[in-house]
């Protein structure tokens, strides 16, 4: 005991003598615990017996592998128990524990404990950024706020014990986990000892921040590095700096990105040493944008040209910016680029010709491979390679006719081509209805190389021109170069159908009795010759043992006959027969296929029946019966049926009835689904769903949005009231489609375009557009000319549409019945009765039957000019054409007789049109009648009326109550005004809206004061009524005091 005292004693003389930090302190307490209580006189003093040591054992100590195998294990506690009984104290082991801290959420002790260690082990620091290196990148998951504390705790406990190296490391560990504000307070802090940072270790804070994609942190260190390295900045750093803009730029968070390539650009232009690799990565990723920021490329490409001013622009420099301007879409700029290398190297190589002509694939940049090309064959560098390449850009491009120009310069330079792309010439020149030159092609090529595809694609061509006699002398080609003594299934079937599409039927029975003598028939053969029995007829006689023949051939009875069947009866329109088929086919047990669904949904469209509710749910009702796969074809099929209906449930329903059968909108469709979807979701108004797949297509990039698509798209903004999107829309499509201007789909765009102006009743702006059309080239149809005839009618500019309708001859486009319809109805309201009479002499001529909506203009206009005889004249002629008066005729007789002050004949309209014509008058009808006989000083008649109304079922709505109050007020009828005003708001409330505005309610108001007949009529309590109903009215004022005790009362309601 003696010992312990005087060991406590020297102690604390030691505290005494030498003052210590706490943590010092603690830490020698620590040790001399830890030594002492494992001496025996201690042992012995808490009563223990002293353990018998063996002889020649030691005390237990562990070694730096052991704590490193218990850091893998998992054993963490252990590994810092274990660190005061290791042999040698290394950097390793110090990581080791600083690890196991992290791990056991013990981040705050990380900088106490490295401090301790740097005070008692001296020799550890100088390997304390090995330690910090370890504390960013631990062994096991854990958080980065953790190393964020961890990092914070050692540069508060430990700072001043860290070298030069740990210093750097600490501080771009902390621009590795993107913690700006402590790099910030590392860099003051170097800064006021007086050791500013270097441009290396800014270098290192820029590759920190990179890593973890603070582009803002990491473009602000960037400046500085710059700042202080001049003309030798460091290319690397600026090249990963460019390289980490791009790829965020490019992914999620895009929108930082773009801001911060723009950011490093205006960093570059302002130093003299830039690499010319940081600058075609940003004008790429300028051109790769959704929408091509040419802007960013324009600055790009200037700043290269300036970093290469002193020589001219490399080889692979010019193919980068062509690159970059293929992926903008800018093939004018291309061009004068490859024109500005080629003239820099007139030796340009095939293999970089080849490059560039493959680039331009997936952009369907045709125009610049075709431009390649032609200045390869003008210096007779035109090979079958550059060939071949420029002919796979054009095909995907869809451009057959190109191609077919492309084949005659190559049959004409004489270039040798093998046979695959021989074949694969012919098959384009077939769908260019170049069948000369599909002859030519087979003729200067190896035929033995022909495979049976070409002759099929030409086959294909001779059946959509009919050349029956040229199909037959190609299938005779074929057979001789493939040595075949009968005719084979394929090519044969091909041929029976071209006999059959072209109606030759002696000629089609000719091919069909060789093939069964050559025992070459299939279910195909029968099902192709059963579309030529089926046709307009039906189901003939012919069909019908053609069947049976078919199944005593063991072939059966299949789908395909069965469709070939429903396709006669759809080209019938009989649609009753075809429900009869499918039901048959079902009780034979033959399968309901994707074909049959699809004949039965078009069908509809092509006999221009829309089909209805039920008849689209039977059909519906097949696909969940049969199990039925669904395509894109099909899809397309149902949703534009599903459109016709206009059916916002059934669309829905649709949409999720695909899902359930395994069909989903994919990642990429083609344009006919994606136009079919975004017309679905146009017609049912739902603009927010067609806008978000039109995103989704433009995000795609290896989808470029069709004329057709982009047409669908602006119809569906005009449609819906946003024009100014369509037209921003309709900008895009002509920059990107700029050499398609003659196509199908500029055609509708531009009809849209102009339906908009229509429908904002700016007609000028319209016919500029019309104007334009007419300059471009651009197909004007008949939807176009009949828009602007509209446009101009509403505005009253009936000179400008009598000129639009002259120019359809020069378009030779034949007015229709909507021409017509229009016109009549302009030069009615203009009272141009003549004018209107003469078209509609004119359109009987020609064969158009007039609709309702032209008898009842020329009604109205006879009425406008006050003539009945013609009138009945008009009516008997509507009659004739089966044309049934409606509600519409009736008010405009009506109207007419009013205006002629003939109340008897206005009153037998009302009582014997409805009922000889079988419909009931609607509440317009009675409200022109009661108009008519208010005018004509009859507000008895008309009062009578109202109740006559109301007994037939009619209920007066806001126009009633508004007509019968003028006219009541108009007549001086105080009792009129008071039982209308009393009934129109009790009818109000009873069905929950307003039925008088609160001018004619103030007047009537006004009237019952004037004629003294407010008290008599309850004047206080009606309006007091029309205050609590929510009319905006004030108490009439006539300077009495029954006026302004009703004016006090409102205010006693007020308050």
């Not at 290192?204 to 582009?215: E, I, R, T, W, Y």
């Not at 002509?357 to 075709?370: D, E, F, G, Q, R």
């Not at 009875?557 to 396709?567: E, H, R």
């Amino acid at each position: 005991m003696e010992v312990i005292h005087e060991i406590s004693d020297s102690l604390n003389e030691l505290v005494a003598a030498v003052p210590m930090a706490q943590e010092v302190s603690l830490l020698c307490f620590f040790i001399l615990g830890f030594v002492l209580f494992r001496t025996e006189a201690m042992k012995t003093f808490l009563g223990r017996k002293p353990e018998k040591v063996a002889p020649g054992a030691v005390h237990t100590t562990y070694s730096v592998k052991q704590l490193k195998s218990m850091l893998a294990e998992g054993h963490y506690e252990q590994v810092i128990d274990t660190w005061p009984l290791l042999e040698n104290f290394t950097s390793e082991a110090l990581s080791a524990v600083v690890t196991a801290l992290l791990v056991l959420e013990r981040a705050d002790d990380v900088g106490l404990f490295m401090a301790k260690a740097a005070v008692n082990l001296p020799h550890l620091r100088a390997s304390f950024h090995e330690t910090i290196e370890a504390m960013i990148s631990p062994i096991g998951q854990v958080p980065q706020q953790r190393i964020a504390a961890a990092l914070e705790d050692v540069f508060k406990q430990s700072s001043d014990a860290l070298d030069s190296k740990a210093t750097l490391t600490l501080l771009v560990g902390f621009a590795r986990i993107n913690d700006a504000q402590h790099v910030d307070e590392m860099l003051k802090h170097l800064s006021d000892k007086g050791e500013p940072a270097s441009s290396d270790t800014l270098a290192a804070v820029v590759q920190g921040f990179l890593s973890c994609k603070n582009l803002d942190a990491a473009l602000s260190h960037l400046q500085k590095v710059l700042e202080l390295t001049g003309s030798s900045a460091p290319q690397e750093l600026i090249l990963a700096a460019a390289r980490t803009a791009v790829e965020c730029a490019a992914g999620e968070g895009s929108a930082d990105g773009v801001s911060a390539v723009h950011d490093l650009l205006t960093i570059l232009e302002s130093f003299p040493c830039t690499p010319v690799e940081a600058l075609t990565l940003i004008m790429m990723s300028a051109m790769r944008q959704s929408s091509c920021d040419s802007v960013l490329a324009q600055r790009a490409e200037a700043r290269l040209r300036v970093v290469q001013a002193e020589e001219k622009l490399s080889m692979s420099t010019y193919e980068t910016l062509i690159r970059a301007n293929i992926h903008g879409n800018d093939c004018q700029k291309c061009i004068d680029l490859f024109n500005e290398m080629v003239e820099a190297y007139p030796e340009t190589s095939e293999a970089v010709l080849l490059s560039l002509s493959s680039a331009c694939v997936s952009p369907m940049n045709h125009t610049l491979a075709k431009h390649i090309y032609s200045w390869a064959r003008q210096r007779k560098m035109g090979t079958s390679l550059l060939f071949s390449a420029v002919v796979k850009v054009l095909a995907i491009s869809q451009q057959p006719q190109q191609i077919c120009m492309l084949c005659e310069e190559a049959l004409a330079d004489k270039l040798e081509l093998d046979s695959g792309l021989s074949g694969q010439l012919v098959r384009f020149a077939s769908q260019a209805g170049r069948l000369d030159l599909a002859y030519k092609l087979l003729e200067n090529c190896p035929m033995e190389g022909q495979d049976e595809a070409s002759f099929l694609s030409l086959l294909h061509c001779c059946k959509q021109e009919g050349q029956v006699d040229m199909a037959v002398k190609l299938l005779r080609w074929a057979r001789e170069v493939h040595k075949k003594s009968v005719i084979e299934t394929t090519l044969g079937n091909a041929l029976l159908d071209v006999c059959v599409a072209a109606g030759k039927q002696d000629a089609a029975l000719e091919i069909f009795n060789q093939m069964r003598y050559g025992n070459s028939l299939d279910a195909g053969s029968y099902n192709i010759l059963l579309k030529l029995y089926v046709g307009q007829k039906g189901l003939s006689e012919e069909a019908k043992s053609l069947m049976q023949e078919m199944a005593n051939a063991g072939f059966g009875q299949t789908s395909s006959a069965y469709n070939a069947v429903l396709s006669g009866h759809v080209n019938q329109g009989d649609f009753a027969a075809v429900w009869r088929t499918v039901e048959t086919m079902e009780r034979s047990n033959i399968n309901v296929d994707a074909q049959t669904l699809i004949i039965i949904f078009k069908g509809y469209k092509i006999q221009r029946n829309v089909m209805d509710g039920p008849n689209f749910d039977r059909a519906l009702a097949l696909l969940s019966r049969h199990s039925i796969k669904v395509d894109e074809v099909l899809i397309g099929a149902i949703l534009e049926a599903g459109v016709s209906l206009r059916d916002f449930k059934r669309l829905n329903n649709v949409l999720n009835m695909f899902k359930r059968f395994g069909w989903d909108m994919p990642k990429r469709c083609t344009a006919n689904t994606y136009s079919a979807l975004i017309k679905a979701y146009g017609s049912t108004n739902q603009i927010g769903k067609a806008v978000q797949l039109w995103e989704q297509i433009r995000s795609d990039k290896a989808l470029l949005p069709s004329e057709q698509m982009f047409a669908q798209m602006i119809d569906v903004l005009v449609t819906s009231g946003r024009l100014d999107d369509a037209l921003q829309l309709f900008q895009e499509m002509r920059s990107m489609h700029a050499g398609r201007l003659h196509s199908q789909g500029f055609a509708v765009a531009f009809a849209m375009v102009i339906k908009g102006f229509a429908q904002q009743k700016e007609c000028e702006r319209a016919l500029q557009c019309y104007e334009e059309m007419k300059e471009l080239g651009v197909q004007v149809g008949i939807v176009v000319l009949n828009t602007l005839i509209d446009a101009c009618c509403r505005v009253a500019d009936m000179n400008g549409a009598a000129g639009l309708f002259r120019d359809m001859a020069n378009f030779d486009v034949t007015a229709d019945l909507i021409t017509y319809s229009t016109m009549i109805k302009g030069f009615c309201v203009q009272g141009d009765l003549d004018r209107a009479l003469e078209l509609f002499g004119e359109m009987r001529r020609k064969g158009i039957k007039p609709d309702a909506i032209v008898f009842n203009s020329l009604l109205d206009g006879c009425a406008r000019k006050e003539m009945p005889s013609l009138c009945e004249q008009v009516m008997n002629d509507m009659v004739q054409a089966g044309i049934p008066p409606s509600n519409y005729s009736a008010s405009i007789l009506i109207k007419l007789y009013g205006r002629i002050a003939d109340l008897d004949a206005a009153f037998r309209v009302l009582d014997e049109l409805p009922e000889k014509y079988g419909f009931c008058p609607n509440p317009a009808v009675y409200t022109t009648l009661m108009s008519s006989c208010t005018w004509n000083g009859r507000i008895d008649l008309a009062m009578e009326l109202r109740l006559r109304m109301r007994k037939a079922g009619q209920q007066a709505d806001e126009k009633t109550y508004s007509t019968l109050l003028r006219g009541a007020m108009r007549s001086g009828s105080q009792d009129y005004v008071a039982t209308l005003l009393s009934e129109a708001l009790e009818q109000g409330a009873s069905c929950k809206r307003r039925l008088l505005d609160d001018e004619v309610v103030q007047s009537g108001l006004q009237l019952l004061m004037k004629r003294k007949a407010w008290t008599t009529h309850g004047g206080d309590t009606l309006l007091t009524k029309f205050w609590a109903a929510g009319y905006q009215v004030q108490a009439p004022s006539s300077g009495s005091h029954e006026a302004k005790g009703s004016y006090n009362r409102r205010r006693v309601l007020q308050k």
